[in-house]
């Protein structure tokens, strides 16, 4: 009887030990979840809270132009603040600049486009550590997406793949199919991504590619890399260029050599800017694949989400058409251009 009253009072003690040792019973309200990652102001942020460090590749066109245009006066429109630094088609200065707005205390947002795919991990590190809000626009790059909030801008394998389908209709029936491609910057994604769009679609109609070497998007260069292949060989049907300033180059090349650019060799360039439908009106592009610079409203207002914690898609592709040079309405569609 003593040994069993002993065992209870035992068993008693260590229940007792062992319900003081359980953590609290979650009698507590459970602690609000952590808000997302955004600026001081969210989730009341305004326009007029963001100030912008933009940083632009150059002015190497009438694209450049348009997209440089799109985001200082959107930025008046919208009222924020806008710190533009112009990296002049230099990649050290263009990190340069990031580095100098991940320091400007100031500076809550950053916005890139990348003269090139790699190389940024560090800077973009470097602008989380410090509380900066990274939209890449226009030109994607390969980064972990942990890293910026999200890339707005076009896709440039599909405009390849564009081109390669319009270049295929240009040359039906001809049965020579050479093809000279006339390459943007090499390290962006623009050039990368363009060429293999094109080479995924050019097999279907049997298009040869000839020639291909970088015009750095510039007409200057363009025309010189025309001449120079102009010089071995005028066997070519069809001149591909990534932008629309290295056809215009191509095509002064083409007249000065005594060929006619839009018959005796096709045409075709991407960007659809201004001066590519001049050139289709008058009649030496046939097509301008579309890639649209009015970008600036969807990144502001990206980065606006993003200020007051939203979470956005990784990317946000641009929607763009094709145009031709036969096309009866193209007077009409001219008028009705902005860029
Ligand atoms: O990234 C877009 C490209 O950059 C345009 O096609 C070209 O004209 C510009 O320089």
């Known amino acids: 009887m003593f040994r069993f009253k002993k065992l209870a009072f035992l068993f008693i003690v260590a229940s007792m030990i062992l319900v003081a040792c359980q953590p609290a019973a ?40 348009a997209n440089t245009a799109s985001f200082k006066e959107t930025a008046e429109q919208l009222g924020l603040t806008l710190k533009f630094y112009d990296s002049q088609n230099d990649l050290a200065k263009q990190v340069a600049g990031f580095h100098q707005f991940n320091q400007d205390p100031e500076v809550n947002v950053i916005v890139l486009a990348a003269l090139e ?70 390290g962006s994604s623009a050039a990368k991504d363009r060429g293999q769009g094109f080479r995924e679609g050019m097999g279907a109609c049997g298009i040869e590619i000839t020639n291909s070497q970088t015009g750095n998007w510039s007409a200057t260069e363009g025309k010189q890399v025309t001449e120079a292949w102009l010089k071995e060989s005028q066997d070519v049907q069809g001149i591909f260029a990534q932008n629309d300033e290295m056809a215009f180059g191509a095509i002064e090349a083409l007249k000065e050599a005594g060929l006619t650019p839009g018959v005796d060799v096709k045409i075709l360039s991407v960007d659809a800017t201004g001066n590519a439908f001049k050139a289709m009106l008058a009649g030496d592009l046939n097509v301008t694949v579309e890639c649209n610079p009015l970008l600036a409203p969807q990144v502001y207002e990206a980065a606006l989400k993003a200020a007051n914690g939203e979470e956005l898609p990784k990317w946000v592709p641009s929607q763009e058409g094709v145009f031709r040079a036969d096309d009866p309405n193209l007077e009409e569609i001219t008028a009705g251009r902005t860029y």
């Open 26 to 65: 979650t009698a507590e309200p459970a602690a609000p979840a952590a808000p997302a990652a955004g600026l001081d102001c969210a989730p009341n942020c305004q326009y007029s809270d963001l100030v912008v460090g933009f940083l632009q590749t150059g002015s190497e066109g009438g694209w450049r132009a």
């Open 117 to 186: 795919t790699t190389g940024w991990e560090d800077v973009l590190q470097e602008a989380k550590d410090a509380g900066k809000l990274v939209v890449i626009e226009d030109r994607r790059i390969d980064a972990p997406e942990d890293l910026y909030v999200t890339y707005i801008g076009s896709d440039f394998a599909l405009e390849g793949r564009k081109s390669a389908e319009e270049m295929c209709k240009l040359l039906e029936g001809m049965e020579g199919k050479k093809v000279w491609e006339l390459v943007g910057n090499v």
